[in-house]
């Protein structure tokens, strides 16, 4: 059996569940190496600016490893704040037939890369995207780094269109690249919540036929959140409220901006046991990102799983893939108010026409699951190895 090690900061939801569905599979051996080292399992996370601990397993299933890093200050949010000097011989100890390395910007994810290049198949997965890029000196310079780079990997997964284009335009041929879509567990998500579900919305004081539109996601600058209520105060509609669920640096400045206006709602952050129940409350689900990196946005994932129209801004990676204009939801120019405004104000005008809208998007995104990650990483494992 092709044994793969995956080389990753931390757990997250998101992953883990990728990894237990390999080992269930059985068809190829596989061991993950956590680079944060285990001070990861509880961590303050400056974007919600709170401890966050998931409330559903993430390390059960599989074979794992947690890796010491060194690194005075650990973290995920700059490159020496992955440290570990161990990792490329607990590699070597396992003797993998290839090593998936998700994330290229900490110092030890580097090395293996580059370390294992010509030695076993280096397989690489991230969510890069060229939606930001920029002219100028630093752009030609990290142009010339990334294509750097990506001559030592043998083969990427790309997770969409947008992350598709990047390893492109960075090296990668057609015959490097696999589709592993991003995904979210559908099922957990579709699984309905009715009885909390109307609790929530009573909590908002809704009535049947009022329409909710939600923000979930942390409450930063690259979100835009302030852009949305904008736009919702805008529209002024008695029956269409807005909640916010999260937190974050913008709290504040969202709260005063809305004043004591009752159609404005805001919820601390929730834990992935309850979040379907918000998704399922509302009707239509927002993300008016602005970058920079907002490299997909699987909060969207989340709310077509329970069958949510979509609006979002053309700087989420994954829109060109999930919102289809007049299918599932609309796609407005970030930044521009006026242009979400006057979506805001079409989708909004009926609700049957969401609920079409919503089961449009669970349709769409049911073929976006762990197993199509699953069977991409397996056909390439087995096959490029041989």
Same mark, same amino acid.
Request: glycine letters at 6%; hydrophobic letters at 40%; charged letters at 25%.
């Given at each position: 059996?092709?044994?793969?090690?995956?080389?990753?900061?931390?757990?997250?939801?998101?992953?883990?569940?990728?990894?237990?569905?390999?080992?269930?599979?059985?068809?190829?051996?596989?061991?993950?190496?956590?680079?944060?080292?285990?001070?990861?399992?509880?961590?303050?996370?400056? *974007?919600?600016?709170?401890?966050?601990?998931?409330?559903?397993?993430?390390?059960? *299933? !599989?074979?794992?490893?947690?890796?010491?890093?060194?690194?005075?200050?650990?973290? $995920?949010?700059?490159?020496?704040?992955?440290?570990?000097?161990?990792?490329?011989?607990?590699?070597? $100890?396992?003797?993998?037939?290839?090593?998936?390395?998700?994330?290229?910007?900490?110092? &030890?994810?580097?090395?293996?890369?580059? !370390?294992?290049? *010509?030695?076993?198949?280096?397989?690489?997965?991230?969510?890069?995207?060229?939606?930001?890029?920029?002219?100028?000196?630093?752009?030609?310079?990290?142009?010339?780094?990334?294509?750097?780079?990506?001559? @030592?990997?043998?083969?990427?997964?790309?997770?969409?269109?947008?992350?598709?284009?990047?390893?492109?335009?960075?090296?990668?041929?057609?015959?490097?690249?696999?589709?592993?879509?991003?995904?979210?567990?559908?099922?957990?998500?579709?699984?309905?919540?009715?009885?909390?579900?109307?609790?929530?919305?009573?909590?908002?004081?809704? *009535?049947?036929?009022?329409?909710?539109?939600?923000?979930?996601?942390?409450?930063?600058?690259?979100?835009?959140?302030?852009?949305?209520?904008?736009?919702?105060? &805008?529209?002024?509609?008695?029956?269409? @409220?807005?909640?916010?669920?999260?937190?974050?640096?913008?709290?504040?400045?969202?709260?005063?901006?809305?004043?004591?206006?009752?159609?404005?709602?805001?919820?601390?952050?929730?834990?992935?046991?309850?979040?379907?129940?918000?998704?399922?409350?509302?009707?239509?689900?927002?993300?008016?990102?602005?970058?920079?990196?907002?490299?997909?946005?699987?909060?969207?994932?989340?709310?077509?799983?329970?069958?949510?129209?979509?609006?979002?801004?053309?700087?989420?990676?994954?829109?060109?893939?999930?919102?289809?204009?007049?299918?599932?939801?609309?796609?407005?120019?970030?930044?521009?108010?006026?242009?979400?405004?006057?979506?805001?104000?079409?989708?909004?005008?009926?609700?049957?026409?969401?609920?079409?809208?919503?089961?449009?998007?669970?349709?769409?995104?049911?073929?976006?699951?762990?197993?199509?990650?699953?069977?991409?990483?397996?056909?390439?494992?087995?096959?490029?190895?041989?």
């Amino acid at each position: 059996m092709k044994k793969l090690a995956v080389v990753t900061t931390h757990p997250i939801q998101y992953y883990a569940p990728v990894f237990k569905l390999l080992q269930q599979r059985s068809q190829i051996g596989i061991k993950v190496f956590y680079t944060w080292g285990k001070q990861a399992e509880a961590k303050f996370d400056p *974007g919600f600016n709170k401890a966050i601990e998931w409330d559903i397993p993430l390390l059960e *299933g !599989y074979t794992y490893e947690w890796v010491e890093n060194t690194s005075p200050q650990p973290g $995920s949010h700059y490159f020496k704040g992955i440290i570990n000097p161990e990792l490329i011989n607990s590699l070597k $100890s396992w003797q993998p037939d290839a090593v998936l390395v998700i994330g290229w910007s900490y110092q &030890s994810h580097l090395k293996v890369i580059r !370390y294992f290049k *010509g030695k076993v198949l280096v397989l690489f997965r991230g969510d890069s995207t060229l939606l930001d890029e920029k002219k100028g000196l630093k752009s030609i310079l990290r142009s010339v780094f990334l294509t750097w780079l990506y001559r @030592h990997v043998d083969h990427a997964f790309y997770v969409g269109t947008n992350s598709k284009a990047y390893f492109k335009k960075y090296g990668l041929k057609q015959k490097q690249l696999s589709f592993a879509p991003h995904a979210i567990d559908n099922d957990r998500f579709a699984f309905k919540r009715d009885e909390e579900t109307l609790l929530l919305r009573k909590s908002l004081s809704l *009535g049947e036929g009022d329409i909710l539109i939600l923000f979930a996601g942390k409450l930063e600058e690259k979100k835009a959140p302030q852009h949305l209520l904008a736009a919702f105060l &805008s529209i002024n509609k008695p029956n269409v @409220h807005l909640l916010f669920a999260g937190n974050g640096p913008l709290e504040n400045e969202l709260k005063q901006m809305s004043g004591d206006n009752a159609l404005v709602h805001f919820m601390e952050f929730q834990n992935q046991s309850q979040m379907p129940v918000v998704y399922q409350a509302c009707d239509l689900f927002c993300l008016p990102s602005v970058g920079p990196g907002e490299t997909w946005g699987l909060a969207i994932n989340e709310a077509m799983a329970c069958s949510k129209a979509i609006i979002a801004s053309n700087k989420v990676g994954c829109a060109v893939d999930l919102v289809k204009d007049g299918v599932n939801g609309s796609v407005f120019k970030a930044g521009d108010v006026s242009d979400l405004t006057s979506k805001l104000q079409e989708l909004t005008h009926d609700l049957s026409q969401l609920k079409t809208y919503g089961r449009e998007s669970q349709r769409i995104i049911k073929d976006w699951n762990f197993t199509k990650i699953a069977e991409a990483i397996e056909n390439k494992l087995i096959y490029e190895t041989d």
